[in-house]
C-alpha cells in the first residue's frame, strides 16, 4: 500500500519556467515531510524538507508548500535550469519510523 | 569514509543462487535503513537498523531476505535463493539518529543487482 501518492510521474519544462510536483498522503501522523533529488547512477539526496506546523518552506528556488488540511504537499521549482533534470521523491514519516518515498517524478528541464 | 559506501557496485547472479549485499555507513551515524529502487516503484522501505537491532523488519518481502549490522557500522543484506523479481537498485543510507522527527538520510549509489 503506497502511503504516499506523487504526481506527476513525468514532467517536461523549459528553461525558467516553474516545476511543480505534488503529492498527498493519508497517514495524519507523519510529522515530516522531506524532497529528495535523485540524479542518475547515485542515490538520492535531501533537497529540503518541511514539518506540518508551517505551510510553506523556502530555499533558493526550491519552495515546498503544504496544506494540512488537504492532507498534500509539493515542490515547486522556480526558474527551472537544465541541471534540475533529475528524478524527485517526496516523501513522509512518522518520528522514530523510516521515511515512506513516492514513486518518483522524472524533471526534464529544455534549454 | 565521506559518504556511505555500498559493494558491489552491481552484481549478476544466476537465479537460485544466494547474493549478499554490504553497506559501510557513515562514520558515527547510528541509524542505517535498506531500500530497494524498482523502475517505476519508487524506493521500497526494507529495513532499519538503530545500532545493532532491527525495530522494524515488515518491509522484508520475503523470508529470502535478511540483515544484519555488527559493532553498529556495517551492515549486509542477504537475498537467498534469488529470482527474478528480485533484480532492482538496493540503495543503502544512513542518518546521525532515528527518532527525532529530522533524520536526513545520506544513500550510498546502490548495488544494481540482476538475476538472470
Known amino acids: 500500500q503506497q502511503q504516499v501518492k506523487q504526481s506527476p510521474q513525468s514532467l517536461i519544462v523549459q528553461k525558467g519556467g516553474i516545476s511543480i510536483i505534488n503529492c498527498a498522503y493519508e497517514n495524519t501522523a507523519f510529522d515530516y515531510f522531506p524532497w529528495y533529488q535523485q540524479f542518475p547512477g547515485k542515490g538520492p539526496a535531501l533537497l529540503i524538507a518541511i514539518r506540518p506546523d508551517v505551510s510553506e518552506k523556502k530555499e533558493g528556488r526550491f519552495t515546498i508548500s503544504f496544506n494540512k488540511s488537504a492532507k498534500q504537499f509539493s515542490l515547486h521549482i522556480m526558474d527551472s535550469q537544465p541541471g534540475d533534470s533529475a528524478t524527485y521523491f517526496c516523501?513522509?514519516?512518522?518520528?522514530?519510523?523510516?521515511?515512506?518515498f513516492g514513486k518518483g517524478t522524472s524533471l526534464l528541464v529544455t534549454p | 569514509g565521506a559518504g556511505v559506501s555500498q559493494s558491489p557496485s552491481n552484481k549478476v547472479t544466476e537465479k537460485g543462487k544466494d547474493v549478499e549485499l554490504r553497506c559501510d555507513p557513515i562514520s558515527g551515524h547510528t541509524a542505517l535503513y535498506w531500500y530497494r529502487q524498482s523502475l517505476g516503484q519508487g524506493l521500497e522501505f526494507l529495513i532499519y537498523f538503530q545500532g545493532n537491532s532491527a525495530p522494524d523488519k515488515s518491509g522484508l518481502p520475503s523470508d529470502r531476505f535478511s540483515a544484519e549490522r555488527t559493532g553498529g557500522s556495517v551492515s549486509t543484506l542477504t537475498i537467498q535463493r534469488t529470482q527474478q523479481e528480485d533484480s532492482a537498485v538496493y540503495l543503502c543510507?544512513?542518518?546521525?539518529?532515528?527518532?527525532?522527527?529530522?533524520?536526513?538520510?545520506?544513500f550510498g549509489s546502490g548495488t544494481q543487482l540482476s538475476v538472470l
Open positions: 516523501a513522509a514519516s512518522i518520528s522514530g519510523y523510516a521515511l515512506n
Open positions: 543510507a544512513s542518518s546521525l539518529k532515528i527518532g527525532t522527527g529530522n533524520e536526513k538520510l545520506f
